[in-house]
Structures are given as C-alpha cells and as structure tokens.
C-alpha cells in the first residue's frame, strides 16, 4: 500500500512556473512508476508525464515536452513535477499516481494503482 500526498500547487501566471511535490508513505516507493496527470474541468484526467523507479528514465505528453519535467528522490519517497512556461490552458488538478511494471510510456490512468487527492493549478493570463 502507498499513499500519496501532493502540495506546492496554487495561482501562477502565464510563463511563470510552479514545483509540485508528491510525498508518498511506505518503504517501497523505489518500487514504482510514478505518474503525473491532470484533469481540468469538465474533461478527462490526462497522462502528463511519469518517471522510471530508478529515475534515470522519464516520459512526457507532447504538449508539455520541452516545459515540464519530472524528477525524483528515492531517499526522501517523493517526486517532483517542475511546470515551466506555464499557459491558462496548463489550469487544472494534478495528481501524482504510482503503478507497479516497468512500462513508463504506459498512459492509461488505469493502470496505476495508487492516487495522490490531487492539487490545483490556476495559471492567470
């Protein structure tokens, strides 16, 4: 079992940026891919980026490759989104997710196990 807890989301504007990070419990989270997904209102979560157990692997969706990056720290169980270059339509609820496998270009939110609650992110024009 892990639990997840994000922080650091809030207001940014438009090509500032924002640090998320994404804390999790347990002694195993080297064990897992971890993700990052947002879900702005009324639309589905989308895959945004996720990072391999180790870290020296990571995967972006296209509209975020070159803006964002996603990094971690297995010693202290936690991983962090940077969002660089922010835009409004980067405005939405962040999670961080963990999966078990391998496979970090897997980008079905199913396939991840555990959920953070999620942070909002407000990007101002």
């Known amino acids: 079992q892990v639990q997840l807890v994000e922080s650091g989301g809030g207001l940014a504007q438009a090509g500032g940026s924002l640090r998320v990070s994404c804390a999790a419990s347990?002694?195993?989270?080297?064990?897992?891919?971890m993700g990052w997904f947002r879900q702005a209102p009324g639309q589905e979560r989308e895959f945004v980026a996720a990072?391999?157990?180790?870290?020296?692997?990571?995967y972006y969706t296209d509209s975020v490759k070159g803006l964002f990056t996603i990094s971690r720290d297995n010693t202290k169980n936690t991983v962090y989104p940077q969002m660089n270059s922010l835009k409004p339509e980067d405005t939405a609820v962040y999670y961080c997710?963990?999966?078990?496998?391998?496979?970090?270009?897997?980008?079905?939110?199913?396939?991840?196990?555990?959920w953070g609650q999620g942070t909002q992110v407000t990007v101002s024009s």
């Open positions: 997710a963990a999966r078990r496998g391998v496979d970090i270009r897997d980008s079905s939110a199913m396939d991840y196990d555990y």
């Open positions: 347990g002694r195993t989270f080297s064990m897992y891919v």
């Open positions: 990072i391999s157990k180790g870290g020296g692997n990571t």
